[in-house]
Nanobody, 126 residues
Framework: QVQLAESGGGWVQPGGSLRLSCSAPERFNSGTLGWFRQAPGKERQFVAAIRFSGSSKFYSDSVKGRATISRDSARNTVYLQMTTLKPEDTAVYYC????????????????????WGQGTQVTVSS
């Protein structure tokens, strides 16, 4: 199973930016990598995803226009750049990998993702 490791979380003031990283020991050649987040007392929710075949990208409405998902194949890393952060973005952010090239109707669900990282905390407050 793919081992994923997130990094880049931390504290940031409202309006600030962060870049989260998701790394693996092997290349991201196929399948789908997603970013999810979970705030205290809430369900894990979809943030963004990239499908490695064709590099299609998907975003939740809550981050669209403020988030960019990208890949660096040489570093086996997928990034989530987030700007104009809001207090409601505060959560633990997880990256997850599916071996499948997911279609839109399933890409936002946690079920198809087989491997998960440990998460990285993002706190947005003044």
């Amino acid at each position: 199973q793919v081992q994923l490791a997130e990094s880049g979380g931390g504290w940031v003031q409202p309006g600030g930016s962060l870049r989260l990283s998701c790394s693996a020991p092997e290349r991201f050649n196929s399948g789908t990598l997603g970013w999810f987040r979970q705030a205290p007392g809430k369900e894990r929710q979809f943030v963004a995803a990239i499908r490695f075949s064709g590099s299609s990208k998907f975003y939740s409405d809550s981050v669209k226009g403020r988030a960019t998902i990208s890949r660096d194949s040489a570093r086996n890393t997928v990034y989530l750049q987030m700007t104009t952060l809001k207090p409601e973005d505060t959560a633990v952010y997880y990256c997850a990998k599916s071996s499948l090239s997911l279609i839109l109707s399933s890409i936002t669900s946690t079920a198809p993702y087989e491997a998960w990282g440990q998460g990285t905390q993002v706190t947005v407050s003044s």
